[in-house]
């Protein structure tokens, strides 16, 4: 018999060599298990399908694919897409290692489908996604096998164009787009690329669609959209190529050659515009201040409203100040006897937007009124000692103290004129500390912009200038006389200034370009003479390049319309940018159409592209020579179609 003290002690003798035990146990299965390692870069891997890939007189609605791997869906109702269109969103969910997509729509009989999954299945612990999946299968005894590919690209700037649908007609009629859904359909990716499978033989056309109500046909005028001129017929071939098969990462184990099918076209570009489309209506009307109203539309106009007073009779009773698109309208109200009325009733005649998206005539009743905010009580002295003060009209210069050589003064005076003295201007020049009058300028009102002035003159380099107006010098059309301003400003030197030509083959005319900054913004704009264009007096810096072909020489990016199977203006971009420096002259040679438009477009300034590509640089088909750089000798500038710099 052990005593209890001796069992005392082998209890403990026991229980420390079970916590030893258990304590190396868990070591060796830590060293046992693999810890770290390279991570998963592979995507998930297809395994088996019910159907089978491509099987033949399938009727079930309930399709199952099978990965090597647990796998998750990202936006199923945004990136997967059936083929033919369905009007019942298909049920797509994860099930581990399962994609289960059950079809609410009966299927039709001898037809293939095919279900585009675009990116959307990845690996669910890495998120490595499997691009451009696709699983098809057949309702009859054969399946549809040729393809179609190409790349969606915003008409106005190049950009990708990502998650719109791209689909095909067999029927041929233009009203095919507007009145029934696409058959075969696909989205583009992130890359704006897409590719549309599973085509049977035929001649088809091809649009892009921006589908705001998922109908699958271009019926809201507010959808982006894409069309070709002409129709496309699908086609294969088997190409021959080498087929390398790796030992390892860095040793080739055998090349074989292996014929494979290339399906066409291949390279289509479709370019993406909106027929900027919009509903017209009066949005709101006010009465801010005692003599003005004003009105704004939701959309342009190529006439201007008709106001009819109601309670008062007069009818040359305001001055209309407009914008260019007459969809912002101010009345400055002229007789007192009416402005001081508070409230104002007209009856306006107008156009807005009806039932069918057409402008038609509309009469409407506006009451304007106006309360008048109590003014502040003053004491008797107050009263008594205070003496009117002379209301004066506002001049606001609107430029800096440095000016460029080509620049315009703006003057904006915050009322109507009724007249100005031109002569009570006075421009002036500091030549060896003493200024001289310039008598060389126009002074005259700008035509886009109401109450707003300009000054124009051949400015000298490097010039000091002064500019001071009388007051009394303007009078409103409420008799309110302008102040007295003066404003010292300097010019800059040519030297600051780079000069840039540059030789557009492929374009002679009826085309601008822009210069773009680094957001993709136009900073400068010269149109297209005798196969180039020319820029004066640029500000130096890092600079990017878009031709626009303007065969209406509107000087503007003209969209497309559908109705009127207008495409787009043609753009392009210079697939480099430009470093203009300080007092040189740079020329550069540019054939517009030496690349595709899918690469044309610089990777710096391109908004829309993958994470992947963010830090990369672009793979250019044929590098464009770099421009000839000449130093410039101080204050020679010589212009190549007017003589010299303005």
Sequence with gaps: ???????????????????????????????????????????????????????????????????????????????????????????????????????????????????????????????????????????????????????????????PVTGMLVGLHANLNDSAFTNTPMQRIAKSDAYGKFSIKNIAEGEYRIYGLNDANRDYKFDNPSEDIAFMDSTIIPSVKMITQADTIWADSTTIDTIKMVTLPHFYPDNIILKVFNEQFKSRYLEKYERKERNRISLVFTAPDDSLPKLTPLNFEQQDWAITEKNPTNDTLLYWIKDSLIYNLDTLTFAADYKRTDSLRQLTPFRDTLKFIFREKPAPRKSKKEKKDTIPEIEFMKIIPQFSSVVNIYDKLRFAFDQPLDSIKEESLKL????????????????????????????????????????????????????????????????????????????????????????????????????????????????????????????????????????????????????KSIELKANWDVEQTWDVYALPLDKQKPLEITKNKPNDLKNDTQDENKEPEGPVYSNRPSGAIQSRSQGSYR
């Design 428 to 575: 002036e020049l500091q030549v060896d500390t003493i200024w001289t009058p310039v008598t060389d300028y126009t002074f005259y009102p700008d035509s886009t912009q109401h109450r707003t002035y300009l000054l124009k003159t051949r400015w000298k380099p490097g010039g000091e200038y002064r500019i001071s107006i009388d007051s009394l010098a303007a009078v409103s059309v409420y008799g309110n006389p302008s102040n007295r301003i003066s404003q010292t400003f300097k010019v800059k030197t040519a030297e600051e200034y780079s000069n840039f030509y540059i030789e557009t083959i492929g374009v002679k005319d009826s085309a601008f370009v822009e210069l773009l900054n680094t957001n993709d913004s136009p900073v400068r704009k010269s149109p297209v003479k005798d196969g180039g264009a020319e820029f004066i007096y640029v500000d130096p810096g890092t600079y990017y390049i878009r031709l626009v072909k303007d065969p209406n020489g509107n000087g503007k990016f003209d969209t497309g319309n559908f109705a009127e199977k207008r495409q787009p203006e043609e753009v392009f971009y210079y697939p």
């Design 1 to 159: 018999m052990i005593p209890n003290k001796s069992k005392g002690l082998l209890y403990a003798r026991n229980f420390i060599l079970t916590v030893f035990a258990a304590a190396f146990a868990l070591s060796c299965a830590n060293i046992a298990r693999p810890s770290g390692g390279p991570i998963d870069t592979t995507p998930p891997v297809f395994v088996k399908s019910t159907p089978n890939p491509n099987q033949l007189n399938f009727n079930k609605n309930k399709i199952e694919i099978e990965f090597d791997e647990i796998i998750q869906i990202d936006k199923p109702t945004e990136k997967v897409v059936v083929s033919p269109s369905q009007k019942n969103m298909p049920e797509i969910q994860a099930s581990g290692r399962k994609v289960i997509v059950t079809l609410q729509d009966s299927l039709i009989p001898n037809t293939t489908y095919t279900i585009d999954f675009s990116d959307a299945i990845a690996d669910n612990n890495e998120k490595n996604p499997l691009y451009n999946y696709s699983f098809s299968f057949s309702t009859g005894n054969t399946i549809d096998t040729l393809q179609v590919a190409g790349t969606l690209l915003n008409a106005e700037n190049l950009e």
